[in-house]
């Protein structure tokens, strides 16, 4: 696109490096000589030396086939003088920066598509750093009545494993926040559904009302006290062949774990699947069936499955259907392999626990069988 700027001063000169960057045709009209030479000289931008408000200036720029006019002068007056001009000249779209909200009608009188508001981005934005340290980065909306806003998902926080249908049934989170955007490790961005899982080191781009702004980055940075204490934890903690681990490691395992709900009869994983990851049951229930459809176990609240294949490398003995609607955790092979190797002992000690444990499997019956407790194979 054609673009011709008016004003080389510092917005001036970043709007028309970015657009340069970016491929535009760029002209910048700036009275200052050093100005133009600089801006010539850094950014290789074409420049024109003279007053952006003298109709001889703007023709010499290229006004009359320029597709946009942007006005970043000095003062609104001039800004103003610069819009009137350029709708005589040209059929250029015209914005500018706005410096004094009391220009907005006369702006707008004069045919200005595109305001920008400079103190109520600047205000808007630093109010939201002051009051978010957490968030990232902001931009009002709607005269600063809405935020959008971006925020990195720690590893640390509750809603870290969670999809965003199960973070919007939080009881405290605003209903009218939305989730627009996530943006992952390598800074590919996904339009996020129900579905969406959020996971640690993602940042995630939502859009709320002002006055919600508080509940929903709470909601959001939310973590527990201590995080051995959480619930998942506790379940851990009483798996035999995770006995071995401190509690430090075991709290490195609950951090990569993700939540997941599954509805009634969805499956979870199937017979000859890879076991990439072991689940907890924290609420429902879970069949293990055999091939044919056979009833082999029925895990309960506190449960676990699937932690075989995990450990041994073998493809999944049985399929895993959810009995009941049921939210599982899940912890992966990564995460796990990571806190087992650094310690040699643990390994030793879980194979043996392993040993042991498919040992008592081989003598026991067949039939279907529900589990009593964590221990009951």
Same mark, same amino acid.
């Given at each position: 696109?054609?673009?011709?700027?008016?004003?080389?001063?510092?917005?001036?000169?970043?709007?028309?490096?970015?657009?340069?960057?970016?491929?535009?045709?760029?002209?910048?009209?700036?009275?200052?000589?050093?100005?133009?030479?600089?801006?010539?000289?850094?950014?290789?931008?074409?420049?024109?030396?003279?007053?952006?408000?003298?109709?001889?200036?703007?023709?010499?720029?290229?006004? @009359?086939?320029?597709?946009?006019?942007?006005?970043?002068?000095?003062?609104?007056?001039?800004?103003?003088?610069?819009?009137?001009?350029?709708?005589?000249?040209?059929?250029?779209?015209?914005?500018?920066?706005?410096?004094? @909200?009391?220009?907005?009608?006369?702006?707008?009188?004069?045919?200005?598509?595109?305001?920008?508001?400079?103190?109520?981005?600047?205000?808007?934005?630093?109010?939201?750093?002051?009051?978010?340290?957490?968030?990232?980065? @902001?931009?009002?909306?709607?005269?600063?009545?809405?935020?959008?806003?971006?925020?990195?998902? #720690?590893?640390?926080?509750?809603?870290?494993?969670?999809?965003?249908?199960?973070?919007?049934?939080?009881?405290?989170?605003?209903?009218?926040?939305?989730?627009?955007?996530?943006?992952?490790?390598?800074?590919?961005?996904?339009?996020?559904?129900?579905?969406?899982?959020?996971?640690?080191?993602?940042?995630?781009?939502?859009?709320?009302?002002?006055?919600?702004?508080?509940?929903?980055?709470?909601?959001?940075?939310?973590? =527990?006290?201590?995080?051995?204490?959480? =619930?998942?934890?506790?379940?851990?903690?009483?798996?035999?062949?995770?006995?071995?681990? @401190?509690?430090?490691?075991?709290?490195?395992?609950?951090?990569?774990?993700?939540?997941?709900?599954?509805?009634?009869?969805?499956?979870?994983?199937?017979?000859?699947?890879?076991?990439?990851?072991?689940?907890?049951?924290?609420?429902?229930?879970?069949?293990?069936?055999?091939?044919?459809?056979?009833?082999?176990?029925?895990?309960? &609240?506190?449960?676990?499955?699937?932690?075989?294949?995990?450990?041994?490398?073998? &493809?999944?003995?049985?399929?895993?259907?959810?009995?009941?609607?049921?939210?599982?955790?899940?912890?992966?092979?990564?995460?796990?392999?990571?806190?087992?190797?650094?310690? =040699?002992?643990?390994?030793?000690?879980? #194979?043996?626990?392993?040993?042991?444990?498919?040992?008592?499997?081989?003598?026991?019956?067949?039939? =279907?069988?529900?589990?009593?407790?964590?221990?009951?194979?």
């Amino acid at each position: 696109m054609k673009i011709i700027i008016a004003g080389g001063g510092r917005v001036g000169g970043a709007l028309a490096a970015r657009l340069v960057a970016e491929h535009h045709h760029v002209t910048v009209v700036d009275r200052d000589q050093n100005t133009c030479n600089r801006l010539f000289e850094d950014i290789g931008v074409v420049t024109v030396c003279g007053d952006a408000n003298d109709p001889q200036v703007l023709e010499s720029a290229g006004i @009359s086939g320029a597709d946009i006019a942007a006005g970043v002068l000095a003062r609104d007056a001039e800004n103003l003088a610069f819009s009137t001009l350029v709708r005589s000249m040209s059929r250029a779209r015209v914005m500018v920066r706005m410096l004094d @909200s009391r220009y907005r009608q006369a702006y707008r009188l004069a045919g200005v598509s595109e305001l920008v508001e400079e103190a109520e981005v600047v205000v808007a934005k630093m109010t939201t750093a002051i009051d978010f340290p957490q968030v990232a980065g @902001s931009l009002p909306l709607a005269a600063g009545h809405v935020i959008l806003f971006e925020l990195e998902v #720690s590893a640390k926080a509750l809603v870290a494993g969670r999809t965003v249908a199960q973070v919007r049934g939080m009881p405290n989170f605003p209903r009218e926040c939305v989730f627009i955007g996530l943006v992952d490790l390598e800074g590919r961005i996904t339009l996020p559904d129900g579905n969406t899982t959020l996971r640690a080191g993602h940042t995630v781009i939502l859009v709320a009302r002002r006055a919600e702004l508080a509940r929903a980055v709470e909601c959001l940075t939310l973590e =527990p006290q201590r995080q051995e204490d959480t =619930p998942l934890a506790e379940m851990l903690r009483k798996v035999d062949f995770l006995a071995p681990l @401190s509690a430090e490691e075991l709290t490195t395992v609950v951090r990569g774990a993700e939540y997941l709900r599954k509805e009634a009869g969805e499956a979870i994983f199937k017979k000859g699947d890879a076991g990439e990851t072991f689940y907890v049951v924290v609420s429902g229930q879970v069949n293990l069936l055999a091939e044919g459809g056979r009833l082999v176990e029925v895990v309960k &609240p506190g449960g676990f499955f699937g932690e075989i294949a995990l450990l041994t490398g073998e &493809p999944r003995a049985t399929s895993a259907v959810a009995g009941t609607v049921c939210e599982l955790a899940s912890v992966g092979r990564d995460d796990f392999r990571s806190v087992v190797m650094g310690n =040699p002992a643990i390994a030793l000690e879980m #194979s043996r626990i392993l040993g042991q444990r498919l040992a008592r499997m081989a003598q026991q019956d067949k039939g =279907p069988q529900k589990r009593k407790g964590l221990f009951g194979r």
